[in-house]
């Protein structure tokens, strides 16, 4: 399979993507908490950049049964229902609801890959479905949401571990068609004993644990915990299984 591995949205472009299967990685923490609010029984995400975007969804679609969950320096903001930590995303919260979401990174890199064949949120947390996805193509994309323009350590991992995994679990070549995914296939040899360490020792992982939120790694780094697969589908997230 031939693999593109990108560290940022920033390097991504248009024709990378158009036609092709593109992962998006936001480990810490956007990508997890999609993947946990959904198989919680949210009925969809709708992703977007920035917080006026995501008032003025929810004004017209009505509050009924709609969330709007923002994040900013990874604390909820104010007058939001949610932030952006899984543990808040239980089913008591989400079952049946209709999430609008802004985060610093994630939203914007969902937002990103249009033009794609298919666009598909992966994590450790989903790892195995995000494999099954992968193992069915020819060609993909692994898009790290990367942290405020910059590389993240954990997104960069979770790309290396999934794609480790898709050779050991299938026995199938990868030909890495850029520099990313020859470095995302060498960390993927370190990273894949213990992503929760991987986590504590990422800087956004650091800074998260220093704000409060270190109970959140451990939630992200739950390999197969939430074994689904959500997709974007006419400008909303949901539930493709
Ligand atoms: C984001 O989408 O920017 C991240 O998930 C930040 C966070 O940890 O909340």
């Known amino acids: 399979m031939e693999v593109r591995v990108y560290f940022t949205p920033s390097e991504l472009r248009e024709e990378a993507v158009r036609g092709r299967t593109v992962i998006v990685l936001d480990v810490l923490r956007a990508s997890t908490t999609i993947t946990t609010a959904l198989h919680n029984g949210a009925r969809g995400i ?5 917080l006026e975007a995501a008032t003025e969804i929810v004004v017209k679609l009505g509050v009924e049964g709609v969330l709007l969950c923002a994040e900013r320096d ?19 919260r989400v079952r049946g609801r209709l999430i609008v979401l802004a985060t610093t990174n994630g939203s914007g890199a969902v937002l990103s890959t249009r033009g794609a064949k298919r666009i598909v949120i992966g994590s450790y947390v989903n790892a195995g479905r995000v494999v099954e996805v992968l193992g ?13 323009g910059g590389f993240a350590l954990e997104d960069a991992a979770c790309a290396g571990f999934l794609l480790r995994r898709l050779v050991d679990e299938t026995g199938q070549e990868i030909l890495p068609l850029n520099d990313g995914a020859w470095v995302a296939l060498e960390l993927g040899k370190r990273a894949t004993r213990n992503p929760l360490r991987l986590l504590r ?9 220093g704000e409060g939120f270190g109970e959140d790694l451990a939630l992200c780094a739950a390999v197969d915990a939430r074994p689904i ?4 589908r006419d400008r909303m997230i949901v539930r493709s299984d």
């Open 46 to 50: 709708i992703p977007v950049e920035s």
């Open 74 to 92: 990874v604390h909820q903001v104010e007058g939001c229902d949610l932030g952006n930590s899984p543990a808040e995303y239980v089913p008591e």
């Open 136 to 148: 069915k193509e020819k060609e993909a994309v692994l898009l790290c949401a990367g942290n405020n």
């Open 201 to 209: 020792r990422a800087v956004h992982g650091r800074y998260l644990e």
């Open 229 to 232: 697969l959500p997709v974007l």
